[in-house]
């Protein structure tokens, strides 16, 4: 299938071309088509698959049609769980969106009100936003929701885990009921199949979901280590590679952000940090940076680095282990991007084996171990599978393995529609679409 049959508009092809975009991924070409018509979407789908044109483009196909302003009251609004994703969405929407070119406000917390309020007073036809800070703005009076036509909620699984649940059910509550909402998931739970049933109007079920895919065009590998010290060492050694053009390497705490890319600078290394403790202007600074390839090795934390789109991006390290096994899936997907290949190299101590095991589980394979001659560890990790159990996961969240999507189709046929109906909760119809096909290779 190619875009042109997907019904967009000759300016959003234009833009398209121009991207690069030659072929839609599955998610647009389910998407985009039904999102055109009108129709409330329900889908289920990772960073990486492509997600963000699905939604943008209806979006700005509808921002094509000339229709009256009003201050502070746009036609489409986005809600994204962190700043990074926000701004990722919005230099997306510029590059494919050129043509069109739509007047937006970008309203995030940690950000200063003035320019936000002199945004709104400009009458955007598109806002782009974290939860809070739109909640903010809608108490102030100085957001209408009154004429939204398209409401999109991105990654809405994270703003429920980020504890955004009242601001969502707020911002809900203030826009029209017969506008359109893109519901856009990785996962979904009950809680989640809750909210899309309250907000959701006969909406098309897309199932983009699956871990495997991403995997596959990452390369795996563990090496075992002793302790804290061991890690820096073999770090050193394997950021030293010419492999590696630009890699992020993921710690447990902002503190061992900050102290590990002061090292590798030490080192002679173009280093620096990403936690959420940094102010937004040198959040934004150094997401520039990396972009530019000013910086080599990003040290970051898990939420501070959701969502970063770089292709350049050949390695990730795993320097801890994350404590929920679906955050490697998702640091890991930092890599491989847009059809590229990459490695994900991860570290683990003994005090880690059951955060290992956990996540081989849940991705349904074991990682390869390697040893560097002069690196070896003292002891092997004991990493034969539990006898009993299932992965813990994070709480709230659906259990997962590698054959994610075969379990993801189970509960979701239990959970939705949510057993308590309301108004707005209807049956759906279903697309279950294999990811094997997307031409990005995610
Ligand atoms: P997303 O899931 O929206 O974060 O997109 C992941 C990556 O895929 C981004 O780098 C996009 O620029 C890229 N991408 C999205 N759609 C396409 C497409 N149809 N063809 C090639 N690359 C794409």
Redesign the pocket.
């Known amino acids: 299938m190619s875009f042109a049959e997907l019904n967009l508009i000759p300016a959003l092809l234009k833009g398209i071309t121009e991207?690069?975009?030659?072929?839609?991924?599955p998610i647009?070409s389910k998407a985009i088509p039904e999102a055109l018509a009108g129709r409330d979407i329900l889908a289920s789908a990772q960073?990486?698959?492509?997600?963000?044109?699905a939604f943008m483009l209806p979006a700005l196909q509808l921002l094509s049609e000339p229709a009256p302003k009003r201050r502070g009251a746009p036609r489409v609004l986005v809600l994204t769980p962190t700043r990074e994703l926000a701004g990722?969405i919005l230099d997306?929407t510029r590059t494919f969106g050129r043509y069109i070119n739509p007047r937006f406000a970008l309203l995030l917390g940690g950000m200063p009100y003035r320019d936000q309020f002199k945004d709104l007073q400009a009458s955007p036809d598109l806002v782009v936003g974290t939860p809070g800070r739109l909640v903010d703005h809608l108490q102030r009076g100085s957001l209408d929701l009154s004429r939204l036509e398209i409401l999109v909620l991105d990654e809405a699984d994270r703003m429920l885990d980020m504890g955004f649940k009242e601001d969502l059910e707020k911002i809900i509550a203030g826009a029209p009921a017969n506008r359109q909402t893109l519901f856009f998931t990785a996962t979904l739970d009950r809680t989640m199949a809750d909210l899309a049933g309250r907000m959701l109007r006969q909406p098309v079920r897309i199932d983009i979901a699956g871990s495997k895919m991403t995997l596959e065009t990452i390369e795996q590998r563990l090496h075992v280590t002793d302790n804290r010290q061991h890690k820096e060492k073999l770090l050193q050694h394997l950021v030293s590679s010419p492999d590696i053009n630009q890699a992020i390497i993921f710690s447990a705490t902002k503190r061992d952000t900050d102290t590990l890319a002061r090292a590798l600078t030490a080192q002679g290394h173009r280093a620096a940090a990403l936690h959420g403790d940094m102010n937004q202007n040198a959040r934004n600074r150094t997401l520039r940076d990396l972009r530019r390839g000013k910086i080599k090795l990003l040290v970051a934390t898990d939420v501070a680095a959701r969502g970063i789109?770089v292709?350049t991006i050949s390695h990730v390290f795993n320097f801890d282990l994350p404590m929920f096994a679906e955050d490697y899936v998702h640091r890991i997907g930092r890599t491989g991007?847009?059809?590229a290949t990459g490695t994900a190299i991860s570290f683990a101590s003994a005090a880690e084996t059951a955060a290992l095991r956990r996540i081989e589980r849940y991705i349904g394979q074991s990682l390869p171990q390697q040893v560097v001659p002069g690196f070896e560890p003292t002891r092997p990790l004991d990493t034969r599978p539990a006898r009993s159990g299932r992965a813990p996961v994070r709480s709230g969240r659906p259990q997962k393995t590698g054959e994610w999507k075969g379990r993801g189709e189970a509960r979701v046929k239990q959970d939705f529609p949510p057993k308590k109906r309301t108004e707005r909760s209807a049956p759906v119809i279903e697309y279950r679409t294999r990811r094997s096909s997307a031409?990005?290779g995610?």
């Open positions: 991207c690069g975009y030659t072929t839609p991924t647009q960073t990486g698959t492509g997600k963000t044109a990722q997306a789109d292709t991007r847009a059809g031409p990005t995610r």
